[in-house]
């Protein structure tokens, strides 16, 4: 049975402790590592609130087993929208079924690694603070290979990163105070939102990795054509953050250089060492405590 959806989109809604993780299908074709991505979250943790899993074209019909075994834990609930929806509109009507203070959107094709991802639930009850994102470590599985990445802050305009949707913990009361993810961003909202929530709120950064994060041609950013309308939306939001002394010019240099993969010839070679280097060919699983001491404040 779907849930219903209640009226959770307003500032002042009253959220619960803890986090719920939003499951988005994109259909059958992803059915292999959907059900990695499930079988990756540690539901018998205390910690964790809910489990969403969102579909959109009506009935999610397509793995009748695997949505019987989920639906069966009173953590799960199902969500069916008749109507599919872009990019944003999807993410922003997904996360309206959050009630709880956390949420991280788990991408189907990407998935958690379930023991350092456990540790780092733990420790949810202890942020004594209202920043506004916890952003963890992660691995990108990448030509068959897995390459550790994390970030140490996010800057503008020099040090637009965007952390993976699978590793990123938003505070839901501070994403909505935001006004959620912006259609003028496209596919590339999410780099926005952790820029915004960064800039405005603080945030707190670990480089253990809690989850993977997987590359390939049907991503949801490969699809786009036309990245005019994203540059431009991006530039309007973020130059009211921009700092002293530094100009939208400059911003728009930046994130053209990100969409396009416009990067200096050193930083490329840095990261093309790296990944020959540091790359694994299995994730390591082992348990780690990410004590998250990298409180960077408010821009």
Known sequence: ?????????????????????????????????????????????????????????????????????????????VFEFAQRLDIVASLNRAMGTVRSQWALILPDDDQLIIDPFRAALEQLDAIDDDCGMLSFGWYEHVRGRYLHGWIRSIEIPDGLRVPPLCTTMYNVARWREIGGFDPRTAAFCDLVMTARLRAQ??????????????????????????????????????????????????????VRNLVHGHTPITRRLRRHAAFLLRARRQPVRVVHRPILTRRVPPL
């Open 201 to 254: 709120f603080g945030a707190r950064f670990s480089e253990v990795p809690v989850g993977i994060s997987r590359t390939h041609p049907g991503q949801e950013g490969s699809k786009q054509s036309n990245y005019v309308p994203f540059i431009d939306g991006t530039c309007q939001i973020l130059s009211p953050l921009l700092p002293e002394g530094r100009t939208v010019e400059e911003l728009r240099t930046a």
């Open 1 to 77: 049975m779907s849930a219903p959806v209640a009226d959770t989109t307003s500032i002042s809604a009253v959220l619960a402790p803890g986090l719920t993780i939003v499951v988005l299908l994109s259909g059958p074709q992803r059915k292999a590592w959907l059900e990695e991505a499930l079988d990756s979250v540690p539901l018998d943790s205390p910690h964790l609130s809910a489990m969403h899993i969102v579909h959109q074209d009506g009935a999610w019909d397509w793995h009748p087993a695997l949505r019987a075994h989920y639906e069966s834990d009173p953590k799960v609930s």
